[in-house]
């Protein structure tokens, strides 16, 4: 298949399941669990997601997507969030499924969250790396936004990246490409495992718990010819400066850094 056919091939599957790139929360996502504790609210502008003993939340997108650009505001559960967890992330489905996450890992009150960011493929994941950030998430909203294009996977904090993903299939790792994915959110209970592996469990006198979600955007090739530019999109060497900024001073937890869990050698895309 020629270069130039391979494109158009791209362009048509990803056409395919592209959308607008504005609009309210509610046009774009709908709640699916949670019996009233996820809301709609300031005339669909606004969505947040509640937490309670009985049960959590959580809503998903109403399109899929194949490749492309999202942002999202949130505001993080405040105070002592210890045992929560508020993921926001892009799954298909099924045994295979591809995955890329943000995942918002609670603490107690006056210490950090855990950002905790993973990339499945084919329905294995273990591409784990935690962060902590550079300001407090409960007090405004910030926006976090992953970018998904055939070469690379790039998370980003308040446009700084964060963590990138390089394209490993030429050594024989499977890459996210051929499954469209949604978008899903969920505020729920991991106290079994999400602080200091858990060690700190849910303090339910503090509930309800919840966290905010405004401003979605996203990028997709039905959009104007002058915003397709992350479909080839790399970090030019600014952002490789903030990325490694980042990466010294912020992350907590790199499993390609991890000898004791990977005895007999690291994965392959540690190599990149």
């Not at 709609?40 to 997601?49: A, D, I, R, W, Y």
């Not at 950002?115 to 910030?142: C, I, M, Y």
């Not at 999109?233 to 000898?259: A, F, G, H, I, P």
Request: with cysteine.
């Amino acid at each position: 298949m020629s270069s130039f056919t391979s494109k158009l091939v791209l362009a048509l599957i990803v056409s395919a399941f592209a959308v607008a790139t504005a609009g309210t929360i509610d046009e774009n996502f709908e709640i699916t669990w949670g019996e009233g504790r996820a809301k709609m609210l300031n005339n669909g502008e606004l969505l947040t997601l509640s937490l309670d003993k009985i049960s959590g939340s959580g809503f998903q997108s109403k399109n899929e997507y194949l490749f492309g650009k999202i942002d999202m505001q949130l505001k993080l559960v405040p105070g002592n969030s210890a045992g929560t967890v508020t993921a926001y992330y892009l799954s298909s489905q099924g045994p295979t499924h591809d995955e890329i996450d943000f995942e918002f890992l609670g603490n107690l009150s006056g210490d950090p969250y855990t950002l905790h960011t993973n990339v499945f493929s084919q329905g294995k994941g273990n591409r784990e790396q935690q962060f902590h950030l550079w300001f407090d998430p409960t007090a405004d909203f910030h926006t976090y936004s992953i970018l998904w294009n055939p070469q690379r996977i790039i998370f980003y904090v308040d446009g700084t990246p964060i963590r990138e993903y390089k394209n490993s299939e030429s050594i024989g790792v499977s890459y996210p490409k051929n499954q469209p994915m949604r978008i899903y959110s969920s505020l729920w209970n991991a106290d079994d495992w999400a602080t200091r592996g858990g060690l700190i469990k849910t303090d339910w006198s503090k509930a309800p718990f919840s966290a905010s979600y405004r401003n979605f955007k996203s990028a997709t090739l039905t959009s104007a010819a002058n915003s397709n530019s992350w479909l080839n999109e790399e970090l030019d060497n600014t952002s490789q400066e903030r990325l490694k900024w980042v990466q010294k001073n912020y992350m907590v937890y790199n499993y390609c850094n991890d000898s004791k869990r990977f005895p007999q050698g690291f994965p392959a895309d540690c190599a990149i």
